[in-house]
């Protein structure tokens, strides 16, 4: 269930936010006053949980992983010799290739559907991190509505966003976004797996929610 909060107003277009959080997870609902997405202080902190890397872990090692493991899974890795190395599922139907740069890996579904992993070193916390990808993520659009729900994956905080994105009503696009805040022993990095497609696209809700459940970690 996702709780419908407050309007937001995004400079350079028109955004709508909204924050939630199942039931069971959280009594009541908690407010934000209104402000930009990419504001770490108006971001919900949903998910947000102290990171820690004071305990050593060998290299190899898998620090989290699903309850069950995906039929068919995308290893997606950077050349950073220190980041992490994140294994995705891969929805029926859907290509995979490897990517550049922060991008660890590309899907490509039918219905001009698609998802990208990006695995990015950052010097932020996790909530200043999380307020820095949303804001990027809905900046360009002239029109977003965005929702925050929590999404802590293992010990790592994190959270999964969703909404629209358009420039014109022709051009809409829906998105989900997992992203999670994970430490390693050579810093720490925002691992990002998003989701897009034409807005009305058939089997997007179901392949997006399987591309961002959770994933498996592994240190380098």
Known sequence: MVAVLLAAP???GCARSSHGTPVAAR???????????GNASAHPDFGVVPTT?????????VTCGPERRPRIGLVAKVSDPAAPVITVAVPDGWS????AGDVGARLQGPDEMSATVRIAATTLDPQQAFAEYAGALTEDSAVSALSVLPAQLCDYSGQKL?????DTPAESKQFVDRVV???TAGG???VSVHAEAPAGAPGFDSAATQVTDDFEVKMP
């Open 162 to 166: 969703l909404g629209t994105l358009s």
């Open 53 to 61: 890397g004071n305990a050593p872990v060998r290299a190899g090692a």
């Open 27 to 37: 009594a009541g609902t908690g407010t934000t006053e209104p402000g930009q997405p």
């Open 181 to 183: 805040h994970v430490w």
């Open 10 to 12: 995004v400079l350079g």
């Open 96 to 99: 995979m290739q490897g990517g």
């Open 188 to 190: 720490d990095y925002l």
